[in-house]
């Protein structure tokens, strides 16, 4: 099953699932770390049914919200139906469909874990942000609790914060910082044998 195929499967229970994985205030620190303000345009890559788009929405954001899926987006415009200022594009890691220094802020969260290649994923995201503008990204600490990757589609177990430090600076970002959210993502394996609590990391960067 491709990504696209398992989010499409998962697009309708994913808000009740992100609540059972990790807490709104994941989405809090990344927004204020990027000092984010009302009036601004920010991008949520990898946005799903829109989590980190909600909590920019309530700070006066006009968001861009990108995905790979078609459902997810769909999922997110029934919930936010009659709000003006989401602007749903379907696009992929690679290529977003955005053009180049618009944006004020990036974020991406639980996303870079699912793309192919995370340092081109980080790089196309530095490109869509306006000299000055900040790259947020949330994603799991490297872990070993495998049974992800077969049961949530996951790519990657996670990243050594150094490779993503060194990602960001290579993608051109300064003042790269990459520490604990202080928050960790949990989920019980299908069998109930296993249980995954991984810690989350929080990267910025500014362009
Ligand atoms: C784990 S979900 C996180 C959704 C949302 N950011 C959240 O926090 O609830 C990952 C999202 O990234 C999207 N995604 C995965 N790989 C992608 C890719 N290569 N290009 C664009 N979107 C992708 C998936 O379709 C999915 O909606």
Redesign the pocket.
């Given at each position: 099953m491709s990504?696209?195929q398992y989010?499409g499967e998962v697009?309708r229970q994913?808000?009740e699932m992100?609540e059972s994985f990790f807490s709104e205030a994941?989405?809090e620190k990344a927004i204020s770390l990027a000092g984010a303000e009302s009036g601004e345009l920010a991008a949520?890559?990898?946005?799903?049914?829109?989590?980190?788009t909600e909590g920019l929405m309530q700070k006066g954001l006009r968001v861009i919200a990108?995905?790979?899926?078609a459902s997810?987006l769909k999922e997110m415009g029934e919930k936010f139906q009659g709000v003006d200022t989401i602007d749903y594009r379907l696009?992929?890691?690679?290529n977003l469909p955005i053009e180049d220094n618009v944006v004020d802020h990036v974020f991406?969260?639980?996303?870079l874990?699912?793309?192919?290649n995370p340092p081109v994923?980080i790089k196309e995201m530095a490109r869509i942000l306006k000299p000055g503008g900040r790259l947020v990204i949330t994603d799991l600490d490297e872990h070993s609790f495998d049974f992800l990757k077969r049961e949530?589609h996951d790519?990657w177990m996670g990243f050594k914060r150094e490779d993503v430090q060194r990602w960001f600076s290579a993608a051109g970002l300064k003042e790269v910082v990459v520490d604990c959210v202080g928050e960790d993502c949990c989920a019980p394996s299908s069998c109930g044998d296993e249980y995954a609590s991984v810690s989350i990391f929080l990267a910025s960067g500014k362009k």
């Open positions: 990504s696209k989010f697009a994913w808000d992100r994941v989405r949520d890559i990898g946005a799903g049914t829109g989590f980190i990108v995905d790979q899926s997810m696009g992929e890691a690679e991406a969260n639980m996303y874990h699912h793309v192919e994923a949530h790519r």
